[in-house]
Structures are given as structure tokens and as C-alpha cells.
């Protein structure tokens, strides 16, 4: 049972952008979590000082976007698709090449779940990376809060479970405004085993070997440290450009 | 990634009706899972002599068996709907009245789980009520395994995980045959902090104040306690049935 207290604000997780429409609202704030790795690779290029990314979901409009000479991501089966330059690792994301420019990205499941709630009332980009800034700010709109998993190919995955646990465990912390939905007081366990060593609690699961297959293991470690940046990206129409601070911050 | 590797088999779980047709293959055992109550009514109804269940989605259905003299249970939100001599409870799926009767149920969230998985190889009921029956019987047939959560309206919800959670631990110690979903992992761990006291585990949900409100402290205890029946219904057709002994049993 979900529906919220009528003093209290909502917390609550989708574990696939498949699932979406039965949590879909106009008025939450809606969190895309893709930890493996189109978030935290989108984060990442704001944190070097891209300008804007476009997340785009077919290889088709990717492919259009390069032929315009933009910087072009793009990612399928944790691979970078044939033609392109990378794909969603967030080390392909850094350094002077992303910065001032506006990137171009596609992977199997995050820009999957951006494209199914890019109509809702605010879409931001939350990994570890920007955990803390993520949550600081959530508390300031004080709105109700979806977190949405892209999860595998709309199955549950669960590092962005684990994400999602790691938030609502911060939120707790910081306020108690919120009622939690059934899947967060799930996660927010899951997350408390898995707190002291996410990697490990990661390498016992079910991706152990498509990550180990992958190579990845430099880019997992990566994804999984908190506060590398406080940049949240939100969504402007089809685009993710970096949040703006208030006006209140600015004048300080 | 839930590809399994050639000689697993796989043994998943997906949370809510709504995304089945994600989890959808000819070849999976699907168990439904509707802990507070359909799937414990069921194994009750049938543990006292009930000789078939008919799970129908609609209450308009459920009148018309009624209508015909049927035994019906139709319960919408947790309550009794108007007309209806009983709604979900296990308690009313007990005594003489049921024996050798045929019984039709609607309910919220356990019916609606039936409903879309009717077409799968096979369809069978859980609950706690006859865990290891069903674990057992799951070890011999040796096949995929999907659990299927009814969740509360296509929502996740805290007590279907655990049952899920649950079979995962005890398939985990019967068979090192299965490959677990990412989903199977987190309920394993899930359950493993809830196994003392999954009473006092769901009363800190978001479902206590639901709970409370309906008085149902006796029905929950009562649809957590493991192993008070052997009975595994199977869906036949439309209908639930007894699942038959297997011939080297009944020569036995």
C-alpha cells in the first residue's frame, strides 16, 4: 500500500523503466539511476565540463548526431557499438575533449528509462558520484521522489537496487518527511549489508561474469565512489544540461 | 544479465503482474505469490478439502458464479465486496463448507497474477503455508523457475518479496542447479534478515498502518506460518486443481 499519509511525501522505486507507467505521476521528481554506467558516465562529462548531453534511444539517431560531427556515445550489451568512437564508459566521458561540447549518448538502458519519464515533472541523473549533492537537493524541492531503475534490458539489476537503497538511506538520514514505498524499505536493507564494500557485494552477484568478461573492473570501482562531483544533470526538453544553483547560493 | 550459462538452469523473480511479459518464456514453472492472502487462501481452501479453485479477475465474474450457487470469495483493497459472504482471509477458506466444493475467488492482486501468467508451462501456487511441499516438488520437475509476486496494484510490495526470498534460500540449500536472477540475490539477502521474525519484519513496512486499519494481526501470522499443508495447486485451464502424487509416490 503506497498511497502516502496526507502530511507526508512520497519515496518510493521503480526497478524497471517497464514498470513505469504504474508509478508515473505529474508531480514527482524522478530520479534515473543507470550505475552501470550511462549515469554515471553522464555525470562524469558534466563534471568535465561538457555542456550538454543528449541522450538519445536508438543507434540510429546517435548515428545521425555523428554525422553532424557531435561527440557521440553509444553503448549495447555493455559494448561500444561498431562506428563510434566510445561507449558508456565514464572514462570515455573526461579530459578536453568533452569540454564546452555538447554529447551525444545511447546505451541499452539508461537512455531507455530518460526517454520513458522524460514527461514527468523533473528528471534528474543520480549515481554514486553525485549522491550527496543529489539528496542535499531533493530535500530543498521537497517533492515527492521516484527513484527509477533502468535496470537490465527492464529486468531488476542490482546495482542500481543497491543505488537506490544507498538514497533512501541518505534521505532517511536527513529528514523523516518522507513515507517509503515497499521496494525502498527493501532496498535501504539490501544497501545497509552491502554499505562496507558495494564492489564485493557486487562481484558475489549474478554480473559477475559479464562484468568480468567486459573488463571492467576499473570502471566498476569508478561508478561505485561516492561524491566525485556536485553537478546534477536535469532534463530541459530532450536535452540534460547541469543544474543551475538557486539564486539565493548564487548571490552568496 | 540473466542470459544463465548453458548447464544452469534459472531460477528469477519478477515483482509486479504488469512486467511479466519481461520475464515471459514457454519453458518457466511460474509460481504466484499473494502472501496477505490470495495465495494463502488458496493453499488453505484446498488443504480443507476444496476440490477446485476458480481464480476469476473481475467481481462482475465472481457474481455470476455466485449467481449459480457457487462458493465465492471476492476481496478488492483487503476488504469483503458488497454481496459477498467472504473476501480473501485463509480463515475463510476453512471447515466443512469447503470440502469437496468448488470455490471461486477474485481479489486485488493474486487473481490478476494468475490471470497473466495462464499461458505459461505451467502455473503453480505459493505461500508460506506449503513452502517446502512446493520446494520439493520444484527440485524434481527440474526445470526454470520464475516467481511471480503479485505486488499491491503492480506495485512491489514487502511481503511477496520475502516469500520469493524465501524459496531462493531454499532452493539455494536443496540444489546448486540454479543460476539466480539479480532479483532471487537481493530477496535471498532480504529474507535472510527478516527469517526470525518476518511478523515483526512486515509490521515496520509501509503495509502497517493498511494492516492495522483492516485488523488483519491474525490472518498475518496465520499466512506466514510455514508448512501447514502439502498441497501444491496447479493451474488446469482456468482452473486450480490438486497437483497429482506422482505415480512412483502413490505406488509407494
Request: proline residues 4%; glycine residues 6%.
Amino acid at each position: 500500500m503506497t498511497e502516502p499519509k496526507p502530511d507526508k511525501l512520497t519515496l518510493d522505486a521503480c526497478f524497471s523503466p517497464y514498470l513505469y507507467p504504474i508509478y508515473e505521476d505529474n508531480h514527482s521528481i524522478v530520479v534515473i539511476i543507470d550505475i552501470l554506467r550511462a549515469t554515471s558516465a553522464i555525470c562524469t562529462a558534466f563534471e568535465h565540463g561538457a555542456e550538454k548531453v543528449i541522450p538519445v534511444a536508438t543507434v540510429e539517431e546517435a548515428m545521425e548526431y555523428k554525422s553532424h560531427g557531435y561527440l557521440v556515445g553509444a553503448e549495447r550489451n555493455g559494448e561500444v557499438v561498431d562506428g563510434f568512437d566510445f561507449g558508456n564508459s565514464p572514462f570515455s566521458y573526461m579530459g578536453e575533449k568533452v569540454k564546452g561540447q555538447t554529447v551525444v549518448i545511447t546505451t541499452t538502458n539508461g537512455t531507455h528509462a530518460i526517454q520513458v519519464a522524460r514527461h514527468a515533472y523533473k528528471v534528474v541523473i543520480g549515481s554514486f558520484l553525485n549522491i550527496d549533492a543529489l539528496c542535499n537537493w531533493l530535500m530543498e524541492e521537497n517533492k515527492n521522489i521516484l527513484l527509477l531503475c533502468s535496470g537490465w534490458k527492464n529486468k531488476f539489476n542490482l546495482e542500481d537496487a543497491l543505488f537506490a537503497g544507498a538514497v533512501t538511506e541518505k534521505i532517511s538520514s536527513l529528514s523523516e518527511t518522507y513515507q517509503h514505498g515497499d521496494a525502498c524499505l527493501a532496498l535501504k536493507y539490501l544497501y545497509q549489508l552491502a554499505e562496507q564494500d558495494p564492489y564485493k557485494f557486487l562481484n558475489h552477484s549474478s554480473h559477475k561474469e559479464r562484468l568480468a568478461r567486459l573488463n571492467l573492473k576499473k570502471d566498476i570501482k569508478y561508478c561505485l565512489t561516492p561524491n566525485q562531483t556536485d553537478v546534477i544533470p536535469v532534463l530541459h526538453g530532450t536535452t540534460l544540461v547541469k543544474m543551475e544553483p538557486k539564486f539565493s547560493e548564487v548571490s552568496e
